[in-house]
């Protein structure tokens, strides 16, 4: 069994769409970045390739790269999860937390957790997705940043201690 975490943050900014685990959710402000800048989908990705050491989503997809240019990141997602199955490794569970002032996310969990389970390729009861405020301290308090953070449980299908 290989464990992993993630965390992704961008800042928030007026008329910028804003996708959480590929949904959008209806907001005056969405995430800035060179994606669509999915915190969600970004943690997660990164806690996958931690949970093999396969680096960070960074190094697999540069800023640089116009093909991820305003991608949708379950795109990217995908590009990681098709990369664990490559080398072995099947998905056990995934939990998520999302820490944004506003809007309410609880309307749109089961869809965001279906989304999830569906580029993961596992059950949905295998994805847990908490959304949380930042009870208005800092950056995400005030409404300027939203973030996320990811746990991932690999089957490495190796013998423990191998
Ligand atoms: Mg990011």
């Known amino acids: 069994m290989r464990i992993g975490h993630g965390f992704d943050i961008h800042a928030l900014a007026p008329g910028r769409k804003l996708i959480l685990a590929g949904v959008e ?3 005056e ?7 669509d800048a999915d915190v969600v989908a970004h943690a997660l990705a990164d806690a996958l390739l931690g949970a093999l050491s396969l680096g ?14 305003d991608a949708d990141s379950t795109r990217l997602l995908a ?5 664990i199955r490559k080398r072995g490794a099947a998905i056990v569970n995934a ?12 309307a749109l ?13 596992i059950d949905g009861l295998r994805v847990g997705l908490k959304a949380r405020t930042f009870e ?27």
Not at 95 to 106: A, H, M, S
């Open 95 to 106: 939990d998520v937390t999302i820490y944004l002032e506003k809007p309410k996310l609880g």
């Open 79 to 83: 590009v990681v999860v098709d990369a």
């Open 25 to 27: 959710v209806p907001s």
């Open 109 to 121: 969990k089961g869809e965001m957790r279906a989304r999830l389970a569906q580029v993961l390729g």
């Open 136 to 162: 208005r301290f800092g950056a995400i308090g005030n409404g300027e940043a939203a973030a996320a953070t990811a746990v991932v449980l690999l089957d490495d299908g190796q013998e423990a201690g191998g």
């Open 56 to 69: 960070d989503i960074g190094e697999w997809f540069p800023d640089s790269d116009p093909q991820w240019k």
């Open 29 to 35: 402000a969405g995430c800035v970045g060179h994606s």
